[in-house]
């Protein structure tokens, strides 16, 4: 992974963008690490290059954005909306998903990639967004702007996963789309 004095450069704007194949080993780095080193998700292994590349074509499909924030060619984060449920009932809800390339914190990447995800998912028709929060406190920065971006806290699943020997709680967070 790049350096944090590399990511910190302000050589060029942070630009919001769809994924695309040539992206997804990036993706995979991402995700490696947050499954591997944190609880932030519950994924105890990380996802295949093939999967991401079919997860890619299922959201497409689906008409769920995959978006990613690039800067100077380097990858700082992604994020996606997928189905919060199978049911047919369901589908004008997405949850959302979004991941930082450690070292891009706090610059306002998380905020840009999840603003443009909400007006995505708006566009193709969504009505609600659902988050999914571990409720840690390695998870605090992405409940403030989840709030922040107009999402209410709406439920908490006590003691529903189990990773790196901890029981974890999940908060589960909602935003209304459209009229």
Not at 124 to 132: E, L, M, S, T
Request: glycine share 8%; with cysteine; proline share 4%.
């Amino acid at each position: 992974m790049p350096d944090a004095d590399a990511l910190a450069s302000p050589a060029s704007p942070v630009r919001i963008r769809d994924a695309e194949l040539p992206d997804l080993p990036a993706v995979v780095e991402i995700q490696t690490h947050y499954a591997h080193h944190t609880v932030t998700t519950f994924s105890e292994e990380p996802l295949s290059l093939a999967a991401w590349a079919e997860s890619l074509e299922e959201k497409r499909a689906a008409n769920h954005p995959f978006l990613l924030a690039e800067q100077d060619g380097v990858v700082l984060g992604f994020a996606y909306a997928g189905h919060w449920r199978r049911k047919s009932a369901y589908r004008y809800t997405v949850e959302d998903t979004i991941y930082l390339r450690p070292g891009a914190e706090g610059r306002g990447v998380g905020r840009a990639l999840l603003t443009e995800l909400l007006a995505r998912c708006e566009a193709a028709g969504h009505r609600q967004v659902i988050a999914v929060l571990t409720d840690d406190v390695s998870t605090r920065a992405s409940y403030a702007l989840h709030l922040k971006l107009g999402f209410t806290q709406v439920g908490r699943l006590a003691d529903v996963g189990v990773k790196r020997g901890q029981t974890l709680s999940t908060v589960l967070m909602q935003r209304s789309l459209g009229s």
